[in-house]
């Protein structure tokens, strides 16, 4: 079974940066395309950015463009998401989630907390 944990989530002011990191495990990290979403309160949950396996081709939605990088470490089984000049409408639950078919995600962490004061 796969499991995903995040973490490095917590308060920033705007302009600051985190990285949060993705813990997976249950079977073979390289397989799976991995992505990150989030959801604000409120709101529905929404895609912040992808990577694939072996090429590492990145895709990102168009307000962290920019400002947010999303990589991963095949050796250590992790995928990271560094946040650069954050801003308050960044604050939202940040959830991991990792999937073999395209598009398609099939498993997903608690999510980490991202609180970005103006």
């Known amino acids: 079974q796969v499991q995903l944990v995040e973490s490095g989530g917590g308060l920033v002011q705007a302009g600051g940066s985190l990285r949060l990191s993705c813990a997976f495990s249950g079977r073979t990290f390289s397989r799976d395309r991995m992505g990150w979403f989030r959801q604000a309160p409120g709101k529905e949950r929404e895609f912040v950015a992808a990577?694939?396996?072996?090429?590492?081709?990145?895709t990102y939605s168009n307000s962290v463009k920019g400002r947010f990088t999303i990589s991963r470490d095949d050796a250590k089984n992790t995928v990271y998401l560094q946040m650069n000049s954050l801003k308050s409408e960044d604050t939202a639950v940040y959830y991991c989630?990792?999937?073999?078919?395209?598009?398609?995600?099939?498993?997903w962490g608690q999510g980490t907390q991202v609180t970005v004061s103006s």
């Open positions: 989630a990792a999937g073999i078919r395209t598009s398609v995600y099939d498993y």
């Open positions: 990577i694939s396996r072996s090429s590492g081709t990145t």
